[in-house]
């Protein structure tokens, strides 16, 4: 029987000695859990666990030296919780005792092409070297797989000594995932290649991230060594051992997408088994304390405290634990990192290196690096240039008319002869000076046993001394303005080639260019034994001249500077966090998304925990404690994008969701004023202007809800858009639901479904009544509570909205759209009318075409879906009709109101016809419109040209009768001009409100296109060949207030009275009413059942909303 008919088997553990032992503990006081953010947090807490030991025995007092783990256990032990969980795996921690193997077979020994996959969780950008898979051992290498510095590593033997090998950087890997390594021995065009792929899981879909060819076809060693996860390589320098982590599945393919050879299935097996065979027929057997587990953490973390409980009598003694998460311990009493060049160079291997970023009062710069000794420097103010990124604050020099500037650092000897060395340095120096002076001494022991490196606004100088003080060498170089005003980094290298020297000096602008000289001298190379100031000290002229991060290296070149001397401006969030994570080996996984993470700025000299944190504000990003391990997670910001649920609940019908579910409808994250300020940089500024929840005063409005953020960006340009999204995220017109409560032991089938919940991940609740809404809501869970007993297990989830996180996704069905600027209903419909007509008020009409159907709108709270679109009129005259128009292709039938007898009014030959048989005497045709807003576009031509007067046919709007009305006429004049006029006729008197000749002459037969648009009381008219594409720009643009009800739509036919043309012929096709539009609806998808008032808000139910 399983839980809740049994208790539920959560266990608690100590990491004591390298194992995990179970510790007994007292349920009376429950247990908790909480991980991820509270109580509206914009970081992540730390995670806690709160749980009662049963300490009778005494065996869990840190202090007591009878305990069996005495002095094994104390602040920051690890601990972790877990309960049954769904899925089994292979543990391994690293030791190289402990792992899992099958012996070597004959189906095993693959000579040529091999394809390798493995899945598990692993730490994927630690530093050292972990091994994942192979068929590996001393002498007898045929091909593995390794982790090591954040790269995956697979490497081939041809003789089982010697290897080929691939590497690559790792994508951003969720915490499980498989990768995979093929060799194609022989790839047909004279080489080999090794590819590298990643998957979610083992049966793909594979991604390639890394690939790379060889000369000459290989061969794979066939060794004697069985195939092991993971094999140990103690036999080089440095070690690299088995992974720490967990291994779900593997396989080994004879051949690229070839027969399966080996592959075990961690997955399929019972917690404990230590033998299987796999389906390939390979026994597997695991060795040492490795082990298939099936458990499912909720936390692991550690005790920073002991607190011991006990009763007088001593019946009864309990250690109340509070483990926490690794953000505990980051976040207490660290200090800042160092600068980004301080960390990096010393890394490098220099022969001596000063960073020289010492306090105010220092005399002396110290050396990292061992055996060095410190550098002087005097008459200097120290620490006070703090420009430089990269660098915490550096010396200045200034004499102040005193004594002169000295400096003297000596460069220990190095282990062996060099035939090439370099120094480097970084320099600031404002003010230009104009005679030339030396800015660095380097001694040797060459033929140069003083390098001078001079420089002036004018020019560059190297001059070169023996030990005499001989000068040897002078050189003079043309250099610039860009020396100076900036920081810069300078190499002098040297490189011994036969019985010259060949050296070269360097400038970089820090961020920018660079540019260097090289020349040689007949001599010996030396080596670096000092760097100095020049024998008498820095010039007066260089008071103020910033200098720091002197250092000498045993080759001609270093890439230690390399992207540190920027800080690591400009590289992404993600990697930011990877490379931090890498480099203090803290545990990292992440959970991607589909856009690259925002470009950071300058690593500035922080905490660790504030320079991850900052990367993560950067992006929107999420960072995560680790629930299997003591790590982090970084997850994305585009991984919240357009998410399908984890969990999906039903109000109605879900036993485990707990009464109370109660949305709140405040402005506690309301946001509609936000600034976003670039750490260094400039500011963006987004405000919402219009809308509920607009800074406007109520009842337009809620009023300012204003804040400013400083973020670490790399470029000023990306305040804004990140602004944007901000205010996007906080002017959510909706209810929070800030809390979900789930009783699992009223629902264990909802058990799987929880433990695989992640913070950032989304839940849905179907179902919801009236009074909350109708239909379903969508939540982003932001931290989650266990509370648990032997029969009760509840989770809380601390929740916000996910419906902002929905954006658009070009193509896609559902947020591929593009909303509406602004739309509403022209005309009032019932519950069940599902024909609805939908006017434009702003921007591009809906689109007709029907591959985009069908979608969903809302209006009034309802939401329908969209089958059908097309103008509320259209007209192409494809049929015969006489005595009248007849019934357009779509909308009502026209009307014939007013002008001549009935005769004069047919459609034929593809046209609708009004001819003229009187002078002077206008025809008209017309629909009952809906709104007084409208758009036409219709086709106008003559049967003749105008003899005599002009002839006139108009598309109308808001026409009464035939003596008021709106109409855009075009005039077809006895020249063959076309005059295009905006006219209104009040109480039988005509007024012109614009006109624009068109340019080109008439051509009877020929149509004209008109566009006819009224808004309010703006009209528009435009008009061009109907062959032709339409013009942007409105030709015509008036303003009247005097007629503003809808009455009809139509047309107006006249002659001129001089006019002599017999019977002639008003000709109309392709007349469109684009706006409003016809909408056909399915009603009432989210069960709100109401009639709509004329004028409801139209919008897509789910717009596509343009992501950060």
């Not at 509270?38 to 030296?65: E, K």
């Not at 012109?992 to 296109?1009: D, I, K, Q």
């Amino acid at each position: 029987m399983a839980f809740p008919d049994t208790p539920l088997d959560s266990r608690f553990e100590l990491f004591v000695g390298g194992v995990w032992i179970p510790v007994r503990t007292y349920e009376r006081d429950g247990i908790e859990v909480e991980t991820g953010r509270r109580d509206m947090a914009s970081q992540t807490d730390p995670g806690r666990l709160s749980i009662t030991i049963d300490n009778r025995s005494g065996v869990y007092s840190p202090r007591n030296p009878l305990s069996p783990y005495y002095g094994q256990i104390g602040r920051n032990t690890r601990c972790r919780l877990s309960v049954p969980g769904t899925v089994s795996y292979l543990v391994l921690d690293g030791n190289p005792a402990n792992y899992a193997s099958t012996p070597d077979h004959t189906s095993l020994d693959i000579l040529g092409d091999i394809d390798v996959r493995w899945e598990g969780e692993a730490d994927w950008y630690r530093s050292e070297a972990q091994m994942l898979i192979g068929k590996w051992a001393d002498g007898q290498r045929s091909w593995s797989m390794r982790l090591q510095d954040g790269s995956l590593f697979f490497l081939t033997s041809p003789d089982g000594t010697n290897t080929k090998f691939v590497s690559w950087t790792l994508p951003a890997l969720p915490r499980r995932a498989a990768l995979r390594a093929t060799l194609d021995a022989d790839n047909g065009a004279g080489g080999w290649t090794m590819t590298l792929y990643w998957a979610q899981s083992l049966t793909g879909p594979w991604t390639q991230f890394g690939t790379f060819t060889g000369a000459g076809a290989t061969t794979v060693f066939n060794s004697t060594s069985p195939v092991t996860i993971a094999p140990d390589q103690s036999f080089t320098d440095p070690q690299r051992h088995p992974m720490d982590g967990r291994v779900y599945k593997a396989e080994v393919r004879n051949g690229i997408n070839g027969t399966v050879v080996a592959s075990p299935d961690f997955t399929a097996q019972a917690a404990g088994t230590t033998s299987f065979a796999d389906s390939a027929g390979r026994t597997w057997t695991l060795s040492g304390t490795a082990t298939i587990r099936d458990r499912a953490d909720l936390i692991v973390g550690e005790v920073p405290e002991w607190p011991q409980h006990w009763q007088p009598d001593d019946l009864d003694a309990w250690v109340p634990i509070e483990g926490a998460g690794i953000l505990r311990r980051m976040g207490q009493g660290k200090k800042a990192l160092d600068s980004s060049l301080r960390r990096r160079i010393p890394s490098f291997a220099p022969l001596a290196y000063w960073p020289m970023e010492e306090g105010k009062n220092a005399t002396r710069a110290y050396s990292p690096i061992a055996g060095v000794p410190p550098l002087t420097l005097t008459r200097a103010d120290w620490a006070a240039a703090d420009s430089l990124d990269s660098s915490n604050p550096l010396p200045q020099l200034a004499s102040a008319s005193g004594d002169l500037p000295m400096m003297m650092g000596r460069v220990p000897a190095p282990t062996a002869p060099l035939t090439s060395w370099s120094v480097q340095w970084v320099y600031r120096l404002d003010q230009g000076n104009s005679t030339r002076r030396t800015f660095l001494r380097i001694l040797s022991t060459g033929t140069l046993a003083e390098w001078y490196i001079q420089s002036d606004i004018n020019g560059t100088t190297v001059l070169g001394k023996d030990s005499d003080g001989t000068t040897v060498i002078t050189h003079n170089i043309g250099t610039g303005l860009d020396l100076f005003g900036q920081w810069v980094r300078v190499r002098v290298a040297a490189t011994q080639n036969g019985g010259t020297v060949d050296w070269t000096i360097t400038w970089t602008d820090v961020g920018g260019d660079n540019g260097n000289y090289s020349n040689s001298f007949t001599g010996t190379v030396g080596r670096p034994t000092g760097v100095a100031s020049p024998p008498d000290g820095y010039s007066s002229d260089l008071d103020g001249m910033a200098i720091g991060h002197i250092s000498a290296w045993p080759s001609d070149n270093t890439t230690a500077y390399l992207r540190a001397i920027d800080a690591w401006t400009g590289e992404t969030a993600w990697d930011r966090v990877r490379r931090l994570a890498t480099e203090e080996n803290v545990p990292l996984a992440s959970i991607p998304g589909t856009e690259t993470t925002q470009q950071v700025g300058p690593q500035a000299p922080d905490t660790l925990l504030n320079l991850l944190q900052a990367a993560a504000d950067a992006d929107g990003a999420l960072l995560l404690e680790d629930r299997t391990r003591p790590g982090l997670v970084f997850r994305e910001r585009s991984s919240l994008y357009n998410q399908t649920p984890k969990l999906t609940l039903s109000y109605s019908a879900a036993p485990g969701l707990a009464a109370p579910l109660v949305p709140v409808d405040d402005d506690t994250a309301v946001r509609n004023d936000r600034t976003v300020v670039r750490d260094g940089g400039s500011e963006a500024r987004a405000v919402l202007e219009d809308g509920p929840l607009s800074v406007q005063d109520p009842p337009d409005g809620i009023g300012i809800y204003d804040d400013s953020v400083t973020l670490s960006l790399h470029d000023d340009a990306q305040a804004e858009p990140i602004a944007y999204w901000r205010l996007h995220l906080g002017t959510l017109d909706g209810p929070r639901y800030p809390t979900v409560r789930v009783l699992l032991h009223k629902a264990p089938n909802l058990i799987p479904q929880v433990l695989a919940l992640g913070e950032g991940d989304l839940i849905r609740i179907t179902g919801l009544p009236a009074y909350a809404g109708f239909g379903d809501v969508d939540l982003l869970v932001e931290g989650i509570r266990h509370e648990m007993g032997l029969q009760r297990w509840e989770v809380t989830f601390n929740c916000s909205p996910a419906e902002p996180w929905n954006v658009g996704i070009t193509d896609d069905p559902v947020y591929g759209k593009a909303d509406t600027d602004g739309s509403e209903l022209a005309t009032a419909a019932t519950s069940t009318a599902t024909a609805l007509n939908v006017l434009t008020t702003e921007g591009l009409v809906w689109t007709t075409d029907g591959a985009e159907l069908p979608f969903d709108i809302k209006a009034g709270g309802e939401v329908m879906t969209v089958t059908g679109i097309s103008s509320w009129l259209r007209d192409t005259f494809t049929r015969t009709v006489s005595n009248g128009w007849g019934t357009p292709d779509a909308g009502s039938a026209w009307s014939t109101v007013g002008g001549g007898a009935a005769s004069d009014y047919s459609v034929g030959s593809g046209y609708g016809v009004q001819t003229l048989t009187s002078v002077g005497v206008s025809r008209r045709t017309a629909v009952a419109a809906v709104h007084p807003d409208c758009d036409i576009t219709c086709d106008v031509t003559t049967s003749a040209l105008a003899t005599g007067d002009s002839l006139f046919g108009a598309p109308t709007a808001r026409m009464l009768d035939g003596s008021n009305m709106y109409l855009a006429r075009l005039e077809f004049a006895t020249s063959g001009s076309i005059f295009l006029n905006v006219r209104k006729i009040v109480a039988d008197v005509q007024t012109s409100l614009g006109s624009y000749t068109l340019p080109f002459t008439h051509v009877a037969g020929t149509f004209v296109r008109v566009r006819f648009q009224v808004q309010g009381s703006v009209l528009r008219a435009k008009a061009w060949r109907a062959t032709d594409a339409e013009p942007g720009a409105w030709h015509i643009e008036a303003t009247d207030t005097a007629l503003t009800a809808a009455n009809q739509i139509g047309t107006r036919s006249i002659s001129g009275a001089g006019n002599t043309n017999t019977n002639p012929q008003i000709r109309y096709d392709n007349f469109s009413v684009i706006n409003p539009q016809k909408f056909t609806v399915t009603r009432s998808v989210n069960g709100v059942v109401k009639a709509q008032s004329a004028g409801a808000d139209v919008r897509l139910a789910h717009p596509a909303i343009v992501a950060l």
